[in-house]
């Protein structure tokens, strides 16, 4: 059963079977979260903000599109609300422009990319981090990355590629 | 990376059982809608009066170039800036918490309201189209104008 089909049984007739779609989302939106704040707890705060939010607008989710993309868009509206609560407190990088280098996808494949990520994440700024971590630690596509983070495809691509060449910088610094 | 695993089940599952979290009905989500819908196409209206009112003022007009646009400003439909107002603040604050531009482009959406406010603007001047919707004020369709252009 797909989880729109589920939202769907949960908006008509039987709203225990949510505790399905936390059980399967929970984790995944919890290390998404987590390396947007860097704070094990604020993220805990902001997928539990996050279930009961989806929950309350349930009816306003419209089944022809992705369930995935849009409980992942409201952990990052959260995430982003927090950031801003707390501005002091969280450590976020200036935004600062990295060259764009498309070779790179050559020299790297998406799995080593992934190990290079987990390593490294935390030190690239949040508008590379964000679309990288979701696309290779949440295995998002393109086209769902620019659903959640409302940037053209086309943006997306190229933030993950200039990510990808501050990342190589930032763990060949670390070794 | 950190492998934590965290357990919200019971507590998600509790507060909607106990009915501290409820969802929000469908009509809830509707009337929003359409309270924004409404508000955008006030503005719209509002807008085609300003884009009406400007190409009246480049025509070359006679000595009763005042009147005609006394007249005009009276046309003024005025239950469109009420509506506007009321269903853009309406609309903002129901869906304030409800993600309703979800999977939409929204440069693309503003391009297409600008082009289709302004496209209209004109077509409404072109074929005279403005006795329907404001009276026939604009001082077109009848003789005096006529000679005045």
Not at chain 1, 55 to 84: C, P, Q
Not at chain 1, 107 to 114: D, I, S
Not at chain 1, 117 to 146: G, Q, T
Not at chain 2, 99 to 111: G, I
């Amino acid at each position: 059963m797909t989880d729109e089909e589920l939202v769907k049984i949960i908006r008509t007739s039987d709203q225990e079977q949510y505790s399905v779609i936390v059980k399967k989302y929970q984790d995944k939106l919890f290390r998404y979260a987590n390396n947007i704040v860097n704070d094990e707890s604020r993220a805990t705060d902001i997928v539990q903000q996050t279930f009961i939010k989806a929950f309350i607008n349930l009816n306003g989710f419209d089944t022809k599109k992705s369930f995935s993309s849009w409980i992942y868009r409201i952990v990052h509206n959260e995430a982003m609300n927090l950031i801003k609560k707390y501005k002091k407190e969280v450590s976020l990088l200036p935004d600062f422009d990295i060259p764009s280098n498309d070779n790179v996808e050559d020299e790297y494949n998406k799995e080593e990319t992934a190990t290079e990520v987990k390593k490294c994440l935390k030190e690239i700024p949040l508008s590379y981090s964000e679309p990288l971590s979701l696309y290779y630690l949440e295995d998002k596509s393109y086209e769902e990355i620019s659903d959640i983070l409302r940037l053209p495809v086309s943006t997306v691509g190229t933030r993950i590629n200039r990510a990808k060449t501050q990342l190589k910088k930032i763990c060949k610094k670390n070794k | 990376m950190q492998k934590k695993q965290i357990d919200l089940t019971n507590e998600i599952m509790s507060k909607i059982k106990k009915g501290q979290i409820k969802m929000k009905p469908k009509w809830y989500f509707v009337l929003g809608s359409l309270s924004m819908i409404l508000g955008l196409s006030s503005i719209s209206i509002i807008l085609m009066f300003v884009i009406r009112l400007f190409m009246f003022s480049i025509r070359s007009h006679g000595p009763m170039a005042d009147i005609r646009l006394q007249q005009i400003l009276s046309s003024f439909p005025l239950w469109a800036p009420v509506v506007a107002i009321l269903g853009l603040i309406f609309g903002i604050f129901m869906l304030k918490k409800y993600d309703f531009s979800y999977k939409k482009n929204f440069y693309l959406v503003l391009l297409g309201v600008i082009s289709a406010i302004i496209l209209s603007g004109v077509l409404i001047d072109k074929f005279n189209l403005d006795r329907f919707m404001f009276g026939n004020r604009f001082g077109r369709g009848n003789g005096i104008n006529r000679q005045a252009r």
